[in-house]
């Protein structure tokens, strides 16, 4: 996800492994089930809420996994938020040129490429082999863009995979992948038409719209998305948002918590899930 226009730009706002189980989505899936009973969905209602003092944590979201340790988006980024026992991993994904879903946040690579003639190209106009050519600038060591599918085999059901579609136009072959169902992965965008697209694609799937900017009417969004969580910019959480979206029946996620004063702010508050650059940072 990016941060609001006003904040600084950032400094430093399925796949062939994973086969489809024997459930379709429109019958239950078992990881999702398993992922259900241990509280990777933890229902919410403004009337069950329970009071401050006794209220759960929020959820730990690792953004684009452990970023401050290892190349955002990469495999070892997502292995480190493991094993900080994150609750949660999000992370952005486009497609190549030949429809394989890629994790990587910008549209053109930020990263090298042996092949002076693909640099600067969108990963939209490469394909998978093409792709293979860069590797992440941040990295020490080779890495390169991995694929959806092998970041859904690493993390194995252990955290919830928050999968933002970056990508235009990619939402089933998001879902191709996820059927493989190795994970709950809800789905989240900016493109609320994305989202709605996707509640007819797969009805199963959560999903999630994104604010960066107050909502004119966060309910009235949650009803034409079919959204259960609502991912805000830290700046808009405020108990009437919070409030609005819980008698709604979802959830608040908020981005990007990177300071512990302000995560103890959003969880007196009630949000539901705090998404960090280092969850080391939140309660």
Same mark, same amino acid.
């Given at each position: 996800m990016h941060s609001m226009v006003r904040r600084p730009h950032r400094p430093g706002v399925k796949a062939r492994s994973l086969r489809p189980r024997q459930s379709p989505w429109g019958a239950p899936c078992p990881a999702l089930a398993t992922a259900r009973a241990a509280n990777y969905y933890p229902p919410v209602s403004s009337a069950s809420l329970p009071a401050s003092s006794t209220r759960r944590a929020p959820l730990r979201i690792a953004h684009r996994g452990a970023k401050r340790e290892a190349p955002e988006n990469s495999l070892r980024a997502m292995a480190r938020a493991l094993e900080h026992r994150a609750h949660g991993i999000e992370l952005d994904v486009h497609a190549t040129a030949d429809g394989v879903v890629v994790v990587h946040h910008d549209p053109v690579p930020r990263a090298r490429t042996t *092949? !002076?003639?693909?640099?600067?190209?969108?990963?939209? !106009?490469?394909?998978?082999?093409? $792709?293979?050519?860069?590797?992440?600038?941040?990295?020490? #060591? =080779? @890495?390169?863009?991995?694929?959806?599918?092998?970041? #859904?085999? #690493?993390?194995?059901?252990r955290a919830t995979v928050?999968?933002?579609?970056?990508?235009?136009?990619?939402?089933?072959?998001?879902?191709?992948? $996820?059927?493989?169902?190795? !994970? %709950?992965? =809800?789905?989240? !965008?900016? +493109?609320?038409?994305?989202?709605?697209? $996707?509640?007819? #694609?797969?009805?199963?799937?959560?999903?999630?719209?994104?604010?960066?900017? =107050?909502?004119? +009417?966060? *309910?009235?969004?949650?009803?034409?998305?079919?959204? *259960?969580?609502?991912?805000?910019?830290?700046?808009?959480?405020?108990? %009437?948002?919070? @409030?609005?979206?819980?008698?709604?029946?979802?959830?608040?996620?908020v981005w990007t918590v990177n300071d512990p004063a302000e995560a103890a702010r959003l969880a007196a508050l009630g949000v539901d899930a705090l998404c960090s650059d280092d969850i080391r940072l939140l309660p």
């Open positions: *092949r !002076s003639a693909l640099a600067g190209r969108a990963i939209a !106009s490469l394909t998978r082999a093409e $792709l293979d050519t860069f590797l992440l600038e941040e990295s020490a #060591l =080779p @890495e390169r863009i991995p694929d959806l599918a092998k970041v #859904l085999e #690493l993390v194995a059901g928050y999968v933002e579609i970056k990508g235009a136009n990619i939402e089933q072959l998001v879902v191709d992948v $996820l059927r493989g169902c190795n !994970s %709950p992965c =809800p789905v989240h !965008s900016f +493109d609320h038409g994305a989202i709605a697209r $996707l509640a007819q #694609l797969a009805p199963e799937l959560p999903r999630g719209i994104l604010f960066d900017a =107050p909502p004119a +009417d966060v *309910r009235a969004s949650m009803a034409r998305t079919g959204a *259960r969580d609502v991912w805000l910019h830290f700046t808009l959480a405020d108990a %009437p948002l919070v @409030e609005a979206v819980h008698a709604a029946g979802g959830r608040v996620i």
